[in-house]
C-alpha cells in the first residue's frame, strides 16, 4: 500500500469509530479530545472527509487489479 493509501484508511477509519460512538453512545471523541469545534478539530474533521472521498477510488482499484489475474 502507498504512504498515502496508509493514512487515508487510517482517517477514514478514524471517522468511522467517531461516527459509531456519536450513533451509539452520543459521545464525540474529536470534540472531546479536541474541543467542541475548535480549529483543530475542524481540521481533523476536514481530513478525515478528504480521506473519506480519497478512499473511494479504493473501488476502482480493486476492480482493476480482479480483471488483471
Known amino acids: 500500500m502507498r504512504t498515502l493509501d496508509t493514512l487515508a484508511l487510517i482517517l477514514v477509519v478514524i471517522g468511522a469509530v467517531n461516527w459509531g460512538l456519536i450513533g451509539f453512545f452520543r459521545f464525540d471523541l474529536v470534540a472531546a479530545l479536541f474541543g467542541d469545534m475548535s480549529g483543530f478539530s475542524r481540521v481533523v474533521y476536514a481530513l478525515v472527509g478528504l480521506a473519506g472521498l480519497y478512499a473511494i477510488s479504493f473501488?476502482?482499484?480493486d476492480r482493476e487489479t480482479?480483471?488483471?489475474k
Open 59 to 61: 473501488f476502482g482499484r
Open 66 to 68: 480482479r480483471e488483471v
